[in-house]
Antibody, heavy 118, light 107 residues
Framework: EVHLVESGGGLVQPGGSLRLSCAASGFTFSNYWMHWVRQAPGKGLVWVSRIDSDGSSTSYADSVKGRFLISRDNAKNTLYVLMNSLRDEDTAVYYC???????????WGQGTLVTVSS | DIQMTQSPSSLSASVGDRVTITCRASQSISIYLNWYQQKPGKAPKLLIYAASTLESGVPSRFSGSGSGTDFTLTISSLQPEDFASYYCQQTYRTPLTFGGGTKVEIK
């Protein structure tokens, strides 16, 4: 069974940094692209970033480009996102999702809450 | 960026009703369109990918259609467990983008 578990969320001050992790199990992690998607309280889903299966290609939403860095460790079956220069508007639940052949998020973690506030 | 416009933003319906949600892309996205269901406090769940392919385990009352710029999610007979929010997403080009969502409420 595919299982994705996010961790690393919490309260951080504006301008601070945080690294989220997504531990994967139940599938061959190194074969799949992976995504981060976020959802601000009471708002809709927003795609954040994606990384290809070997980590050689990444892409970001304009709102996080230059501040967030997605990476993966296929030996540890773990996806990461390093979030720098955090802003109030980055407050959200962050989900990791496995990417299917058509780019769809076919499995999702339960999410981890990031709160940016002074 | 490709903009995804979903309508309606909310709707009220009764159990057994046929429900249709539409999603329009600001440019052609072929069939790179997915539909998700999300219940409060839960992660999104994939329903439909590639515009019309039903994800494994999803009830057959859900169906998707369309190509190019106009897409539709249909629930043929609304069940109590279907009251939720629904989102479309294009995966034709990065940045990937979601529609604003449709909240399906009980009438």
């Amino acid at each position: 069974e595919v299982h994705l578990v996010e961790s690393g969320g919490g309260l951080v001050q504006p301008g601070g940094s945080l690294r989220l992790s997504c531990a994967a199990s139940g599938f061959t992690f190194s074969n799949y692209w992976m995504h981060w998607v976020r959802q601000a309280p009471g708002k809709g889903l927003v795609w954040v970033s994606r990384i290809d299966s070997d980590g050689s290609s990444t892409s970001y939403a304009d709102s996080v480009k230059g501040r967030f860095l997605i990476s993966r460790d296929n030996a540890k079956n773990t996806l990461y996102v390093l979030m720098n220069s955090l802003r109030d508007e980055d407050t959200a639940v962050y989900y990791c999702a496995r990417g299917g052949y058509h780019g769809q998020g076919d499995h999702w973690g339960q999410g981890t809450l990031v709160t940016v506030s002074s | 960026d490709i903009q995804m416009t979903q309508s309606p933003s909310s709707l009220s319906a009764s159990v057994g009703d046929r429900v249709t949600i539409t999603c329009r892309a600001s440019q052609s996205i072929s069939i790179y369109l997915n539909w998700y269901q999300q219940k409060p406090g839960k992660a999104p769940k994939l329903l439909i990918y590639a515009a019309s392919t039903l994800e494994s385990g999803v009830p057959s009352r859900f169906s998707g259609s369309g190509s190019g710029t106009d897409f539709t999610l249909t629930i043929s007979s609304l069940q109590p467990e279907d009251f939720a929010s629904y989102y479309c997403q294009q995966t034709y080009r990065t940045p990937l983008t979601f529609g604003g969502g449709t909240k399906v409420e009980i009438k």
